[in-house]
């Protein structure tokens, strides 16, 4: 790990995405032969509401140049409000990060199951902007 | 609000009543122990000496609400201590770590607080008591205030059920704030008035002071900064157990997959080539702070607990407030606000992700 030039490396990037709705967009996007870069290794949660912080917090840890997270729109959950719970989640969990700079590490966003295009350029924009950004600061470092 | 002007030997009387009339059947408050202070918990009102001498002394030894977190006693606990505590004790209400019936609150004022260290070695220049006019005097001295109570913004006792405000000419005023707290007065047949103890300016000034303070700290900014930061980290988790907000009872980082031995280690090292010993210095850490984001008092007993020195309060208390900013939470300051994660409005934060 770690040997790559900024800008010029395929970033890791692992994503957490809701089971109905971002998870279904993922695979829509796929049967429907949308393109988008192989970088995101997808984790399925049965909702937003799982995304424990630490999860991201271990991923970016661990050397992922990216993390996502993906769920239904507010007030499309399937559990009613599991959203607005992690919306807060992740609000806190991102001014934490955001001072030390891996804000422009995790992003989130809401697609629905309907979505596969939005997913496969979501998909698109994140590997560019990652690739950007350079490898993680995390990798390759004794922790 | 209800209340009474009382001497010392009047407060005195009035602390003993509260054990003595049966408005609770124990009592943790700080004492006097030689040129320091501790915290006691005390059954019988013979016990309580000059109170006065103790009560406002500021030196921070531990957090009390940490002292009685998770009880599980029928008995009604009194607890007499400086705001940072008492709302620590509020949010562990909120937390459903105690009962709000089972305790009596009780506030004092406070104008910051010197380590139990540096209050011990200059009791002879710092006394009983500060004023912020003391406390600047002092620091001309190289005598300062923990970081924490320098930024602390929330100095005057204006939570709980009852406060202790400092008066003119060494009396405080006793005032109720909530009906738990005017009953708990009456049965000590104070003669209770309205007490209206106008603070505003003062509050404000003193928020004004402190935030200036907490402009003026380092920002970490970057994780190389974070890395130096932490790096003499020994992953001993003191600050977590001094911690009153951090409630687990079975922390993350005492389980298997938050502090790997052995085979599990050795995987790890595989995987990434050499991992840092003892493992998981970064992990607490960030893990812990969003644990506490929007609980933490900022009192600082982490920094007070760390065996390394290393400077808590700019990671605990200074990032946390960020994160309590966008919700408009100020922790403990009223028990009936649910604590942010548990609730949510439909339409809010949309700026927060992207
Ligand atoms: S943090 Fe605030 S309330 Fe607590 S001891 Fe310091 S100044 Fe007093
Ligand atoms: S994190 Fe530190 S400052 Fe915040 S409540 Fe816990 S001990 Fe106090
Ligand atoms: S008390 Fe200090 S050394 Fe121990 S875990 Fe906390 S920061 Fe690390
Ligand atoms: S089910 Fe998708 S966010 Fe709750």
């Not at chain 1, 840890?61 to 996502?68: E, K, P, S, T, Y």
Request: proline residues 5%; charged residues 25%; glycine residues 8%.
């Amino acid at each position: 790990m770690g040997e790559e030039i900024k800008g010029d490396f395929e970033p890791k990037i692992v994503g957490f995405t809701c089971n109905w709705c971002t998870y279904a967009a993922a695979d829509l996007a796929g049967t429907s032969r949308k393109k988008y870069p192989p970088n995101s290794r997808i984790i399925r949660l049965m909702c937003s509401a799982r995304l424990d912080p630490m999860f991201v917090l271990k991923a970016l840890l661990n050397g992922a140049d990216g993390v996502f997270f993906s769920g239904c729109h507010p007030g499309e959950c399937h559990y009613i409000k599991g959203n607005f719970y992690a919306r807060r989640r992740i609000a806190a969990l991102r001014t934490i990060l955001q001072q030390f700079g891996l804000d422009d590490r995790f992003k989130s966003y809401w697609i629905s199951a309907s979505e596969g295009e939005k997913f496969a350029n979501t998909m698109k924009t994140q590997s560019e902007e990652v690739k950007k950004l350079g490898p993680s600061p995390f990798r390759g470092k004794i922790l | 609000m209800k209340g009474a002007e009382l001497n010392s030997e009047d407060l005195e009387g009035a602390l003993k009543g509260l054990l003595g009339k049966g408005v609770v059947d124990c009592l943790v408050m700080p004492h006097r122990a030689g040129k320091n202070v501790s915290y006691m918990l005390v059954k019988d009102a013979d016990k309580i000496e000059s109170p006065a001498s103790a009560i406002f002394a500021p030196s921070f030894s531990v957090n009390a609400a940490n002292l009685i977190k998770g009880w599980t006693i029928k008995e009604k606990v009194g607890i007499l201590a400086k705001p940072c505590e008492i709302r620590a004790a509020i949010e562990l209400i909120k937390l459903k770590q105690m009962e709000k019936e089972s305790v009596l609150l009780i506030t004092v004022d406070c104008a910051g607080a010197y380590t139990n260290q540096v209050y011990a070695e200059h009791y002879a220049d710092i006394g009983d008591e500060v004023d912020s006019a003391k406390i600047k005097e002092l620091e001309g001295k190289g005598i300062t205030i923990r970081e924490s109570c320098a930024i602390c913004e929330n100095k005057l006792a204006a939570v709980g059920d009852i406060i202790i405000a400092k008066g003119a000419g060494g009396n405080v005023v006793v005032a109720g704030l909530t009906d738990m707290g005017v009953d708990a007065l009456s049965a000590l047949e104070l003669s209770l008035e309205d007490k209206d103890l106008e603070r505003a300016a003062e509050k404000e000034k003193i928020a004004a002071e402190a935030k200036a303070k907490l402009d003026a700290l380092p920002q970490m900014g970057s994780v190389e900064a974070l890395e130096e930061f932490l790096q003499d980290c020994i992953v001993c988790k003191n600050c977590r157990d001094m911690c009153p907000v951090c409630y687990c009872k079975e922390c993350f980082f005492e389980l298997p997959l938050g502090k790997p031995t052995g085979g599990d280690l050795l995987n790890l090292a595989e995987l990434r080539g050499a991992i840092g010993l003892p493992p998981g210095q970064l992990f607490y850490h960030m893990t812990r702070v969003y644990h506490v984001s929007t609980t933490c008092v900022g009192c600082g007993a982490c920094e007070d607990a760390c065996p390394k020195d290393i400077p808590l309060t700019r990671f605990y208390p200074v990032i946390t407030k960020k994160v309590q900013d966008i919700f408009e939470y100020v922790p403990g300051k009223d028990v009936e606000e649910p604590l942010p994660f548990t609730a949510y409005e439909e339409e809010e934060l949309e700026d927060k992700l992207r």
